[in-house]
Each structure stands twice: as C-alpha cells, then as structure tokens.
C-alpha cells in the first residue's frame, strides 16, 4: 500500500468539533495509538499530516516510531488572520508574524510549512469555496520566507485563480486542488509541483444523506475528471485521502482514496497504469522533500 500522504491525525473521521475537544485541556495520547493502530493494520508505514493548534500531531510523531511509521508534520499549518485556516494551526496579521511562526516551526523542528491559501469546499454547492486568500504579493513572500528556511511548502488551496497563485510563487505540492482548470495543469508540469488530489473528501460523501447529492455527484465527477487530466498530462499525483475528515477514517481513508483515483481512471489500463507509476513517483519526491 502506498503512504497517506495527507491526514490530520487531530481529528477522527466523524465530527471534528468533538475530536479537538477532546485534547483541548492536554493530548490525549490513546486517541492517537488508536489512530496508529489503524494505520499499522492496514500496513501503511508513511503518513504526512497536515498539522493542528494543540500539538497532537507533535505528539504523534513522538509515537509513531512504536508503530514502524514514518510521520510528518508541519506541527501547525499557517493562515492569515480573518481567513480559513484556525482548525489546524495559527494566524498572523504582518509577514513577520508569519516569519516568526515559520522560525517556531524551525525551533521545534518540524519537518516543512503548510500554508492556508482558500477555504474549504461548499458540498452544497457546485464551485463554491470559502475564503480565498486573493494576496499573490503576500502569498509569493510566504514560500518565499519558508523556502529560505530550508523548508518545502504545501499549500491547502481550491479554486484556479488560488491553485495558480501558489504555483507561481513557487509551493511544493498542491493539497485538495478543487476546480482546477488548464491553466493550473500547465503549471503543475511546468514547476513539478505535486499535487494530492484528496478525492476521498469528496468521493465518500455521496449517498451519506447529510449533503446535497446532486453538488457531491458533481464536485467528484468534477474532480476525477482533473485527476484523469493530469494523468494524461504526467502530472505528479500522491495519494493522500484527508484522512481525519468526515466520513475518511484513517487507515481505510487511504484505501478509499486508492480506489477512488482507479475509478477515475475509468477501467483504462493505460491510465490505470499511469496512475501507479505517479503514486509510485510522487510517494518519494514527498519523502524526499517533505523533511527536514
């Protein structure tokens, strides 16, 4: 099985809301050997976080070594103030705010940045995403910043105007990547940019009953046909599921993901083929990037 390259070890794949609070007054260590236990069950050995506020995925990476499982982390993901981004790190209002949370980073040594450029997706409603960080001058500065660090930078990111601010100014991979259009293909061959799909986000949504099914069915299908795109392209795609997320439980989540790609590929050997060399590709360009 290929690693979970993007998961949030914070949450548990049911309510999110319920899940922070249960580490708010201090980590809650047996939430996270259950999570490992998982993983370990379902023989995954690599797992890339996408960070919290309260520090359990610091926590988890203390642990993850009594389970053979390579874990990073950013610690805590990094969003300007007033936008998305409070669930799973902290905000700042001036670029030596974010420095400064780049350098905490460093201090605790945490293995590369993410940053918040875009909202989450509305399961509503067909293209609509909250809060885009619409700053390319700031958003340029802050890899740039993270970049001098000797840091990689993965930038949680939806719509194409967002996804292209990042890959021009220079991200390392494109996490969830929502709506994208030609433009954004280009750019993801152009800067080898990898770009980790989260399908299962999406994907594990339909028929559940709590979301317009008509918007789900059209996001995924959306989405998918991007995935087969790139492929096409020889974009770099990572298997990453947003584990952690609703209805992605971790372990299964990656499992999900996988099958989720492979339906994109529509039951085309060539594609499907495809697909498993840049699972494969991709797997290691984010082992070999994302650390420090």
């Known amino acids: 099985m290929y690693g979970e390259c993007h998961a949030h070890i914070i949450m548990d794949g049911r309510n999110y809301k319920t899940a922070v609070s249960l580490h708010r007054d201090h980590v809650q ?41 390579d874990y990073r982390t950013p610690l805590f993901a990094i969003h300007k103030n007033g936008y998305y981004g409070g669930i799973v790190g902290y905000g700042f209002d001036t670029i030596e705010e974010y420095a400064a949370l780049v350098s905490r980073v460093s201090r605790e040594h945490g293995d590369f940045i993410k940053i918040m450029a875009s909202g989450i997706l509305d399961f509503d409603e067909f293209g609509k995403v909250s809060t885009p960080l619409q700053e390319p001058a700031l958003i340029r500065e802050m890899v740039s910043i993270a970049h001098q660090e000797g840091f990689s930078v993965m930038v949680h990111v939806n719509t194409p105007q967002q996804i292209c601010l990042a890959l021009e100014a220079g ?24 770009w980790v799909p989260t399908l299962a986000t999406c994907g594990n949504l339909r028929g559940c009953g709590r979301f317009n099914e008509d918007a789900v069915t059209r996001i995924t299908d959306c989405h998918m046909e991007n995935v087969r795109l790139a492929l096409e392209k020889g974009i770099h795609i990572a298997a990453g599921s947003d584990a952690g997320a609703y209805l992605v439980p971790h372990g299964k989540g990656l499992y999900d993901e996988v099958d989720l790609l492979k ?18 590709c991709s797997q290691q360009i984010i082992k070999q990037k994302f650390r420090r």
Do not use: N, W
């Not at 236990?37 to 070594?65: C, H, K, N």
């Not at 991200?171 to 990898?194: N, P, Q």
């Not at 339906?263 to 494969?280: I, N, R, V």
């Open 171 to 194: 991200c390392d991979s494109i996490e969830h990547g929502y709506y994208m259009d030609d433009t954004c293909r280009e750019l993801l061959l152009e800067t080898g940019a990898v």
């Open 29 to 69: 260590d047996s939430i996270i050997h259950k999570a490992f236990q998982a993983y370990r069950e379902a023989g995954i050995t690599f797992v890339r976080d996408g960070g919290d506020a309260l520090g359990v995925s610091a926590r988890a990476r203390e642990l993850a070594p009594l389970y053979g499982i």
């Open 263 to 280: 339906e994109a590929c529509q039951g085309q050997p060539d594609l499907l083929e495809k697909l498993e060399q840049s699972l494969t």
